[in-house]
């Protein structure tokens, strides 16, 4: 869309005259004054507080006309989507500037050579015709939830006491915090008391992951544990995406839309792709998030530069080695297949992995099986189903039927799930037992193989689990991850946080 400049305010094409001059917004200025007695829409504002959205998805909405009369109240500002200086982009909705994710081309709309940040595509087109719409009048007030704000009547461990108690004290003080806790500890259950004393204080809280799947584990949860307040889960394609809400869960590109948005932020697995490889998912936390906001960062594999910013006295932190059941982390059992991959392209099931499975078929034990990518993950799908009557199911990354499928898995109609990393962390299936097929590829790290392994034994009633590598040769990942699990298990028993530990033996 084009406009008129009159400096401070913007006009658009549609309500500008035939004789002044055309122009797109290319720069950012000082706010209009406000009008404080324009009778402002509770709803706009409410749709526009805190976040950053492109003029095309506001008026999807609402009328122009209805924007325009707020812009020259002083309620509404724009900026431009794409800023460019000498000659050179910037995306200030996703902060990228990486010259090779803009293209340019003939636009028919603003008559012009146009912009757009390929990077964040997905989430709508910031074009350099396409401004980006803010809020800037008076904040919408967050309603106080009715008491009891927690409904969740269950028992921290010690040690999810301790890590409790200290996310309090970060939200109190608005400091920063890591808790390092193992898979399986209950930073879930954590977050409670947390987040209850943050909705006290009107305090807007979001949860931000790198994985829908893990937002889709968590709604349902948090919804649970705070029914008296709104609960909203953010991901590509969910109906939440314009509501608000007091508790926000979503996936860290979602957080592009936001803008000073949160008194709480609160990264789950912080070290997790793409948002540990990402810069501009990381810049997207920092920008959605207050300038006081507390800010916690929530992990089992934090990377080593969060660990030495931790042992540096930089970033606060409570670790916990052992799960809310008390019970070891199940220590995964390398085993040696030989060249699986040559076994599959030959349509045999290598023979190690089909005796695993065949074991826990028939005991009727759930199986989560990784594999390193795609096309091999297919083709042992399709062995598999041959071989046997169980029902199997297999999800990746770009598959749009992953969310029923791992509901599927969730709700035991499945037998076997084969899976690439996509769900190495962040869900949970009760009495699952974990094969990775072709361990010894570059994709499972270190972090990735202790992710996985802490899939299994996540449930009170089946605290055990099996954890098998099957590798074609050593690497140093599975021997560092084997390390990990073996050294937070000794550490739990050293602390007395473990059952066996207790019991003396």
């Known amino acids: 869309m084009r406009f008129v400049d009159q400096s401070p305010y913007w006009i658009p094409q549609d309500f500008a005259h035939e004789n002044h001059r055309l122009t797109r917004i290319s720069e950012t200025r000082e706010l ?21 959205l492109l003029l095309d998805e506001v008026t999807t909405l609402y009328p122009l006309d209805v924007i ?37 081309h003939p ?11 390929r990077k964040c595509i997905n989430m709508g087109k910031a074009s350099s015709c396409t401004p980006i719409v803010l809020w800037c009048g008076p904040e919408a007030p967050l309603s106080l939830p009715t008491e009891p704000i927690l409904s969740w009547e269950g028992t921290l461990s010690k040690p999810q006491h301790e890590a409790s108690m200290n996310l309090v004290a970060a939200i109190k003080n608005k400091t920063s915090l890591l808790i390092w806790a193992v898979c399986g500890a209950g930073k879930t259950e954590m977050l409670f008391s947390g987040i209850e004393y943050a909705l006290s204080k009107r305090l807007r809280v979001c949860i ?73 998912l990381q810049k997207a936390v920092e920008h959605s998030r207050k300038k006081d906001a507390t800010l916690i960062y929530l992990s089992a594999t934090p990377n080593k530069s969060i660990q030495a910013a931790a042992k540096r006295g930089e970033l606060p932190m409570v670790a916990i080695s052992a799960r809310y059941h008390a019970h ?18 030959r349509k045999r099931i290598p023979i190690p992995l089909q005796k695993w499975i065949i074991h826990r078929l028939t005991n009727q034990i759930p199986i989560l099986v990784f594999v390193p990518n795609i096309p091999y993950m297919e083709r042992l799908e399709k062995l598999l189903s041959t071989s046997t009557t169980a029902k199997i199911a297999a999800v990746h990354a770009e598959d749009p039927g992953r969310k029923e499928r791992v509901q599927q898995m969730r709700d035991n109609q499945l037998a076997l799930l084969l899976t690439t990393t996509i769900l190495e962390r962040g869900v949970t299936f009760k009495g699952v037992e974990v094969a990775v097929l072709g361990a010894e590829e ?46 937070m298990n000794l550490d739990a028993k050293k602390k007395g946080w473990l059952l066996t530990a207790k019991k003396g033996t």
């Open 107 to 117: 636009c028919a709309r603003c008559k012009e050579e146009c912009t757009y940040c």
């Open 442 to 487: 570059e994709i499972f790290t270190e972090s990735a193989l202790v992710q996985i392994a802490g899939r299994a034994g996540r449930n009170k009633d089946f605290p055990k689990g099996n954890v098998t590598f099957f590798h074609h040769g050593y690497t140093k990942a599975i021997l560092e991850a084997q390390a990990h699990i073996r050294q």
């Open 208 to 280: 931000a992951t790198p994985r829908t799947d893990v937002v889709l584990e968590l709604v349902p949860r948090l919804k649970q544990a705070f029914s008296s307040s709104t609960v909203a889960g953010l991901y590509g394609g969910s109906e939440d995406r314009f509501g608000s809400a007091m508790i926000t869960i979503s996936t860290t590109h979602q957080l592009y839309r936001y803008r000073h948005a949160f008194d709480v932020m609160i990264v789950d697995e912080v070290d997790a792709f793409p948002y540990s490889m990402d810069e501009s």
């Open 32 to 52: 209009p004054p406000l009008n404080i007695d324009f009778p402002f829409s509770e709803s706009l504002r409410s749709l526009l507080s805190g976040r950053q």
């Open 328 to 345: 070891p982390l199940p220590e995964p059992v390398p085993k040696w297949i030989g060249n699986w991959k040559k076994s599959i392209d």
């Open 68 to 104: 325009h009369q707020h812009h020259l109240a002083g309620f509404i500002t724009y900026e431009p989507s794409i800023l460019s200086s000498n000659s050179k982009p910037r995306c200030l909705r996703c902060h990228q500037q990486d010259p090779t994710l803009f293209f340019s």
